[in-house]
């Protein structure tokens, strides 16, 4: 007798955790954009960083200045960063 009344109270809560109310107060997760996510990363005081485009060929041409300035890693600017966090909210 008690322990089919213990198995049925375990059946009841487990049924009660597949319809959990907790899981409709989330709101949907931010899809994060996918051209921001392969160009840029984030770092841990809240910029973020690139790299500079026109630095992997046709480097013959270009002088080696300009070739040194490409190679330098390029950061977020104040007005950029706002941008970059809602396009990469997990970033």
Known sequence: ???SRLVSVTSLF???RLFSTSAVTHFPKLKSH???KKRW???SNGKFK???AGHSHLNVSKRPG?????AQTAYSHT???PKLKKLLPYG
């Not at 300009?66 to 490409?70: A, G």
Request: glycine share 4%; hydrophobic share 40%.
């Open 1 to 3: 007798m008690f322990l």
């Open 14 to 16: 487990s049924t009660a």
């Open 34 to 36: 996918s051209g921001t």
């Open 41 to 43: 990363r984030a770092l």
């Open 50 to 52: 690139r790299a500079h």
């Open 66 to 70: 300009r070739k040194n300035s490409l």
């Open 79 to 81: 007005a950029q960063t």
